[in-house]
């Protein structure tokens, strides 16, 4: 019972380097959706997806960068990591039609040093 | 403005009282609306979902007044693991994009 896997859980990046977090779902959902959470705030949203080939922005896109290749996989890069982008990332998906079915990763803990 | 308010709390509790709080949305086209719990960080999993009419899960009741756009959360007969953040949360769009308050955290006393 996979259902949505973050990786990785944890990393520690310095100041212009570049990696990609990867999120997975096994459900055969449609939509997936990139938030990031800081200390005091709520979850935000980065960028998301439709359907496979689709990406669009949300309310914090700069900085990142997605691709939805496959339907099952949506990827969330940083080509030059800085230190505001220091969060916990949470990945989630839905299915299409239902917006009480989602299922939220167990997040990526990301400290840009 | 945030779209999604709470209190911070913390909302200090006696195991077996019982504690209400609200949210506010600014956005009155809002569509759907949840409560989500979230422990020590981990994932938000949705404990409710909020409707006109009020609707109850167990000890959990909550209330929508779109009139005043506000949500409620009332939770009855506090238990030790109740203690969480509870995160408020609308939707505005088709796409089904969740808007997030910053939670309410709640903790519980023995």
């Known amino acids: 019972n996979a259902g949505v896997t973050q990786t990785p859980k944890f990393r520690v990046l310095k100041t212009g380097q570049s990696m990609t977090l990867l999120c997975a779902q096994d459900?055969?959902?449609?939509?997936m959706y990139w938030y990031r959470q800081d200390p005091g705030m709520g979850l935000r949203l980065i960028h998301y997806?439709?359907?496979?080939?689709?990406?669009a922005k949300g309310e914090v896109p700069d900085g990142y960068n997605v691709s939805r290749l496959k339907k099952q996989n949506f990827l969330l890069g940083l080509e030059s990591a800085a230190p505001s982008q220091t969060s916990v990332y949470f990945c989630?998906?839905?299915?299409?039609?239902?917006?009480?079915?989602?299922?939220f990763g167990s997040g990526t803990r990301l400290t840009v040093v | 403005r945030k779209e999604v308010e709470q209190d911070p709390g913390p909302f200090n509790v006696p195991e077996g009282a019982t504690v209400a709080f609200n949210c506010t949305y600014s956005?009155?086209?809002?569509?759907?609306f949840f409560w989500y719990r979230q422990d020590c960080r981990k994932e938000p999993k949705l404990l409710m979902s909020?409707?006109?009419s009020g609707n109850e899960d167990g000890r959990f009741t909550a209330q929508l007044n779109r009139a005043s756009q506000y949500i409620s959360l009332l939770i009855r007969d506090s238990k030790l693991s109740d203690s969480a953040t509870y995160l408020c949360?609308?939707?505005?769009?088709?796409?089904?994009?969740?808007?997030f308050g910053a939670g309410t955290q709640v903790v519980v006393t023995p």
């Open positions: 989630a998906s839905r299915m299409d039609g239902s917006v009480y079915g989602y299922t």
């Open positions: 459900m055969n959902h449609e939509y």
């Open positions: 997806s439709v359907g496979e080939g689709t990406t």
């Open positions: 956005n009155s086209a809002s569509q759907s």
């Open positions: 909020v409707y006109s």
């Open positions: 949360v609308v939707t505005t769009d088709s796409w089904g994009k969740l808007q």
